[in-house]
């Protein structure tokens, strides 16, 4: 939707002069703003852009181009983006709007009551990923991770970041971390994996009876500690029953954001915020940015909140030179098909995957992945933005920020789009691997985990990295797309057709 409407009480887009909230008006403004701090050409064009959901695609791109040079730029840039949302997005209240984070700095919300639930299975020792039908470990793994790489379907640093967790099975021993998982019911979430490991969980997540049930079945089926917030006096916490607590728990993120916030400030501790939240349209930047604001505020005056995200991989990346080096040569190598694809290259399709590179300030070739989906759209683009903003500002003010690229997933919210779900079924004629949930789930809970765990790795902030952005393709399963031979969007729709024929098969 291209206009969002007024709440009661809510994260909200501003008003524009009519009095309604354009989602189209706030993002081509916010990327302007943050393009103009490093490129202010590429500013003004985006500015000039009139169908915003037809043509966000390049504006897209460009953000990543205008950050590669140098690692002040993706800073600069980022902070320009985060400071523009800020600047504009509102908390409205009793009719009127207040600027979001000055309003819940000085919220006095009472808070949430907390419902613990607590395991009653063995903490998990061994690890394993589900794969086809097998759960696969120590040799099996080992040859599964070489296949991924050897095909292209991960970075080779993805496999070496499995590998650190498999050669330290002490750090999947999680009874000493406590991590808010926001999206609790997800199927991309963490929630199940770290409670197995005897994690601490802080579950965020809509009200919904069905949801919550099926919650807190998972953590009694585990080794962890499960909180599960309830309106206060809404129940008897010490001799409420499940059932009751779920028809009353949750927090709507979007018009309870100050709730969510007094919840999470009782947290005694280190904990890890981990956004994994989705909505359709306007609604997925809304509670991105509730969240957001709750994780600033929650980080001012302590140093012990770490940040936690997953990437989609149908987005745009600066990528190391061998995956760019795989790309060329696999283009190079079509041998015959290149006469049977030339005449449908003037239709924009069998492009190549990287038709020009950006040279860094240290005469460096960057590849720039473009693989966002525009059926995915524009808000959706913003909403990743601004998570990828806030871990590279984040990080640089000296915050643990993990955020991985996840492969391409059948999850549910793919499946119920039907040209996605056809897409991702022809997805392998290409040299891409689309995921299970369950697979993809436990291999991104155990990069969590590593990153947590791990000084070496790119989410500590005293780790150096030649740009910031260089902490999306650490340890990246992008399932094939930075390293196939094409560009993703001009096989999209051939891969939908295949895809019609394989899913009726």
Same mark, same amino acid.
């Given at each position: 939707a ?18 309604s ?5 706030t ?5 302007? $703003?943050?393009?103009r ?6 500013a003004?064009?985006?500015e000039?852009i009139k169908?915003?959901r ?10 990543v181009?205008a950050?590669?040079?140098?690692p002040q730029?993706a800073v ?12 504009r ?5 009793d ?9 819940l ?6 808070g ?6 607590i395991g009653? @299975? ?8 589900p ?9 099996d793994?080992?040859?599964?991770l070489d ?13 070496d ?5 498999m050669?330290?099975p002490?750090?999947l021993?999680?009874? $000493?971390l406590?991590v ?10 963490p929630?199940? !994996?770290?409670l197995?490991w ?13 949801v919550?049930?099926r919650?807190?079945?998972t ?9 599960v917030?309830v309106?206060?006096?809404s129940? !008897? ?10 028809q009353?728990?949750g927090?709507d993120?979007?018009?309870?954001? $100050? ?6 400030r009782?947290?005694?501790g ?9 909505a359709d349209g ?10 957001d604001?709750v994780?600033?505020l929650?980080?001012?005056?302590r140093?012990d909140v770490?940040l936690a995200?997953? #990437?989609?991989p149908?987005d745009?990346?600066?990528?190391p ?11 190079n190598?079509?041998?015959t @098909?290149?006469?049977?694809? #030339?005449?449908?290259?003037?239709a ?6 990287y ?8 005469g460096?070739?960057v590849?720039?992945a ?5 059926q995915?759209g ?9 998570q ?7 990080r640089?003010?000296? !915050? @643990?920020v ?5 492969? #391409?997933?059948r999850?549910r919210?793919?499946v ?14 290409f040299g891409?691997?689309v995921?299970?949930?369950a697979?993809?789930?436990t ?5 969590l985990?590593?990153d947590?765990?791990?000084q ?45 024929f394989?899913?009726?098969?």
């Amino acid at each position: 939707a291209s206009r969002t409407t007024l709440a009661a009480m809510a994260t909200n887009f501003p008003a524009v002069n009519d009095g309604s909230r354009s989602t189209t008006t706030t993002a081509r403004a916010v990327v302007a $703003d943050a393009l103009r701090a490093v490129d202010p050409a590429a500013a003004r064009k985006v500015e000039q852009i009139k169908n915003w959901r037809e043509d966000y695609l390049g504006a897209i791109r460009d953000l990543v181009v205008a950050a590669a040079p140098s690692p002040q730029a993706a800073v600069t840039l980022s902070r320009a983006g985060l400071d523009s949302l800020h600047e504009r997005f509102v908390w409205t209240a009793d009719g009127s709007d207040r600027p979001l984070m000055s309003a819940l700095a000085v919220s006095d919300h009472e808070g949430m009551d907390t419902f613990e639930v607590i395991g009653r @299975r063995e903490r998990r020792t061994q690890f394993s990923v589900p794969y086809h039908g097998k759960r696969l470990e120590t040799s099996d793994l080992h040859r599964q991770l070489d296949d991924w790489v050897a095909r292209g379907i991960t970075e080779p640093s993805f496999a070496d970041a499995v590998r650190a967790v498999m050669a330290k099975p002490q750090w999947l021993d999680c009874r $000493d971390l406590q991590v808010v998982v926001v999206g609790a019911g997800a199927e991309m979430g963490p929630l199940k !994996q770290l409670l197995d490991w005897g994690a601490t969980v802080y579950a965020v997540d809509l009200p919904n009876p069905g949801v919550w049930e099926r919650v807190m079945a998972t953590a009694k089926d585990s080794a962890g500690r499960l909180a599960v917030p309830v309106p206060r006096r809404s129940v !008897q916490i010490d001799t409420a029953s499940d059932n009751r607590v779920a028809q009353v728990a949750g927090i709507d993120v979007i018009s309870n954001t $100050d709730a969510l916030l007094a919840w999470l400030r009782e947290i005694e501790g280190a904990f890890t915020l981990g956004n994994y939240a989705y909505a359709d349209g306007g609604l997925h930047v809304r509670v991105s940015m509730a969240i957001d604001a709750v994780s600033a505020l929650l980080s001012q005056g302590r140093d012990d909140v770490s940040l936690a995200f997953l #990437a989609t991989p149908t987005d745009v990346f600066a990528v190391p030179e061998d995956a760019v080096a795989m790309s060329r040569m696999r283009w190079n190598d079509r041998r015959t @098909r290149r006469v049977l694809q #030339a005449p449908l290259q003037l239709a924009k399709m069998f492009e190549p995957n990287y038709r020009d590179t950006v040279i860094d300030d240290e005469g460096r070739e960057v590849g720039i992945a473009d693989c966002l989906v525009p059926q995915q759209g524009p808000n959706y683009a913003l909403a990743k933005r601004l998570q990828r903003w806030r871990a590279i500002v984040a990080r640089a003010d000296g !915050q @643990r920020v993990s955020l991985n690229v996840a492969p #391409a997933t059948r999850t549910r919210s793919v499946v119920k789009n039907r040209a996605l779900a056809a897409a991702y079924a022809g997805a392998g004629q290409f040299g891409i691997e689309v995921f299970s949930p369950a697979t993809a789930n436990t291999l991104m809970a155990a990069l969590l985990v590593r990153d947590l765990r791990d000084q070496r790795s790119a989410s500590n902030p005293d780790v150096d990295l030649r740009n910031p952005m260089d902490l999306f393709a650490d340890a990246a399963n992008h399932g094939g797309l930075w390293r196939t031979a094409y560009e993703p969007r001009s096989v999209l729709s051939l891969a939908a057709v295949l895809g019609l024929f394989v899913r009726n098969a």
